[in-house]
């Protein structure tokens, strides 16, 4: 059948008078389903249709709900299973917390900027950067990828283009960039050092220990992960490594203007318990947007 | 899997959830694990080992697809179209692909074809370098055709073997961007009779079930001929190349294991299985 998941749970259970707890094992079959291809974790998924489980035989067998202002109203069925759902995946992907954590305006912020390749960390730093001088903050960019060809070039259009000053120093390790990055931010009066780093694989123990030295050095107020939106079952292995290594403080998802249905939104949060922060909603820098719950529930319950 | 466990239902549940997390799609794994059950019963299989074999088996089957020509047959020059979404590695495998060429003394001309996004162009030049390839550039936000039309003529007049043009990244949901390649293809087609020769996707293989969908898209866009699957030295499986193979008979033909200019290898359909079950 093409209208799996979502849409077919809700209505094997539209207009039923009563609801049997074997129809909602069948609806959760589909959730199932369609959760693995919205690509969210297969023990994440287990979990959450457990948790759905318990909720739905629980209330929907009753079909009577007490709304927000406490009286009882009749639901149909199915349009309550629904919004368990929708109401459980929100609730696992919050609370939401969109705030960066900022040092006192006379002294400098870090946001240190870690991912797999390709994931859109340079991209983003621009956006960020772009953010911040909209809410009246002076960024400076530091461009600590030292390995990929032309990454300091590409960081330094987009610092041009965004009006921001960007820092590199030729034959300068990562951690010692990020040092001469706050010392230049404080020479230039800017408030907040953005620093955009390689692309690395979690499993690289050279490249992670990189980041420790980094992270030691300037002790960045602000560690974010920056996530493809089309990652797989990886999302999970990736994000839990980071964050077992160098402790992450939140995510942001990149490429949400495709139509991946986002499912490592679940699975990150999940594995990890920080938030996600922002979302990249296309190449150019105006495209980030604060993390909401309910859009992104929709689209990975398909 | 316990090798000599008999094949119940517990068995079946690891081998689902050993193929759902190597990204291997809901439909495609579940079919497979039909057919383990199916074998089960009919008592043809007996052991969690003998149940590896079969899956092993059959996923190789759907994987080893005929590869036509790759980077040679077309032309001269053989031409070479790099495609897929934003960020996959379509750059760095160009530059590695070049390197394999010029060791083995073939002239290649590579067309900055990404005209768009900030340095393109420069991580282009720095691969072309290496790979000791020459580079026709254009103006960033020039039109890529001229730039691929440009390098099509070049390597006519200097009897190159190959060229092989870049793009930019696009999400297969931008309509624009995907008529832009169509573009960027009937250029190369004017530019050289039975141009491009190939079409080389270029998938990530962290990705998840999206990599299907953008495969159909680009493949009706562009007529994909192969793929190459990059970042394989992670911890993603790439498994969804299998749904990819099932559905539209595209082959895998090259391999990303890394950011060095010698990262790129054949595919090999039993050294891609066997590293799912690892
Ligand atoms: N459509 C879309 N493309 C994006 C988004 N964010 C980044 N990109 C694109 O994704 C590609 C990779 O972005 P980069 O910023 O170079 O990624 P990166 O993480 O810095 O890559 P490495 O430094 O190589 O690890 C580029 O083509 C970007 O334009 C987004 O939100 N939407
Ligand atoms: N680990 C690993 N990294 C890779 C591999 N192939 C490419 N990369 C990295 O992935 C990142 C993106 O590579 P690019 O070649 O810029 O990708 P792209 O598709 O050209 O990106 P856009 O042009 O922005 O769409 C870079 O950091 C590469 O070094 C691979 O096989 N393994
Ligand atoms: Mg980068
Ligand atoms: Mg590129």
């Not at chain 1, 980041?211 to 292995?237: C, F, H, W, Y």
């Not at chain 1, 318990?273 to 929709?298: C, H, Q, T, V």
């Not at chain 2, 099932?246 to 066997?274: T, Y």
């Amino acid at each position: 059948t093409v209208t799996k998941g979502f849409r077919a749970a809700k209505n094997r259970l539209a207009g039923k008078a009563e609801i049997t707890p074997e129809m909602v094992d069948e609806s959760l079959r589909d959730i199932r389903v369609s959760l693995l291809e919205a690509d969210v974790a297969f023990d994440v998924v287990k979990k959450f249709v457990a948790r759905v489980r318990e909720k739905a035989i629980g209330e929907v067998v009753q079909t009577t709900i007490t709304d927000k202002s406490g009286r009882k109203v009749k639901v149909s069925p199915g349009d309550h299973f629904v919004k368990i759902c929708h109401d459980e995946l929100e609730a696992l992907m919050g609370p939401v917390d969109t705030r960066l954590a900022f040092k006192p305006k006379n002294q400098v912020t870090g946001i240190m900027m870690v991912g797999l390749q390709g994931s859109g960390k340079t991209t983003t730093v621009g956006k960020l950067a772009t953010k911040l001088l909209k809410e009246g903050r002076r960024p400076l960019l530091v461009a600590a990828d030292i390995y990929r060809p032309a990454a300091v070039d590409q960081l330094k259009v987009l610092g041009q283009r965004v009006g921001v000053p960007v820092f590199h120093e030729p034959g300068v390790a990562p951690p010692d960039l990020a040092k001469k990055g706050y010392a230049q931010a404080r020479a230039q009066g800017c408030d907040v050092v953005i620093i955009d780093t390689a692309g690395r694989l979690a499993i690289d123990e050279e490249l992670m220990q990189e980041l420790e030295a980094i992270k030691k050095e300037v002790q960045p107020d602000n560690t974010l992960l920056v996530v493809d939106a089309m990652i797989g079952q990886d999302s999970v292995r990736t994000a839990a490594e980071f964050d077992r290594r160098i402790s992450i403080d939140g995510f942001i998802l990149t490429k949400l203007d495709g139509d991946a249905r986002g499912g490592a939104a679940l699975s990150i949060k999940e594995v990890t318990g920080k938030p996600i922060k922002f979302l990249g909603m296309g190449e150019s820098m105006d495209r980030l947007e604060e993390f909401r719950p309910d859009g992104l529930a929709g689209r990975i319950l398909g | 899997f316990g090798s000599s466990r008999d094949v119940d239902e517990s068995v079946l549940a690891e081998l689902e959830e050993t193929l759902f997390t190597a990204d291997i799609g809901v439909r495609t794994a579940a079919s497979l694990v039909d057919l383990a059950r199916e074998k089960a019963k009919k008592n043809e299989l007996r052991t969690a080992d003998g149940m590896k074999q079969l899956i092993r088996r059959e996923i190789e089957r759907i994987v080893d697809l005929p590869v036509t020509n790759t980077l040679e047959g077309g032309g001269p020059p053989h031409v070479v179209m790099v495609v897929g979404v934003n960020g996959a590695g379509k750059t760095t495998t160009i530059g590695k692909l070049a390197a394999k060429l010029t060791a083995q003394g073939k002239k290649v001309i590579l067309a900055a074809g990404d005209t768009f996004r900030a340095a393109a162009t420069e991580q282009l030049d720095v691969w072309a370098d290496r790979a000791h390839a020459e580079l026709v550039k254009g103006p960033e936000g020039g039109d890529p055709g001229a730039v691929v039309f440009e390098a099509a003529k070049k390597a006519k007049e200097q009897n190159a073997a190959v060229v092989i043009a870049d793009t930019a990244g696009r999400l297969h949901t931008r309509a624009p961007l995907m008529e832009e390649l169509k573009k960027v293809k009937r250029v190369l087609g004017k530019a050289i009779p039975g141009a491009p020769h190939e079409v080389l996707l270029v998938v990530d293989a962290t990705m998840g079930q999206n990599a299907i969908q953008q495969a159909r898209q680009f493949h009706e866009a562009v007529g994909v001929t192969a793929i190459a699957l990059t970042k394989l030295d992670g911890t993603a499986k790439g498994g969804v190349i299998i749904g990819i193979a099932d559905e539209l008979k595209i082959p895998v033909v090259w391999v990303g294991v890394g950011e060095a200019v010698e990262d790129l290898r054949r595919f090999d359909p039993k050294e891609f299985v066997s590293a799912l079950f690892d």
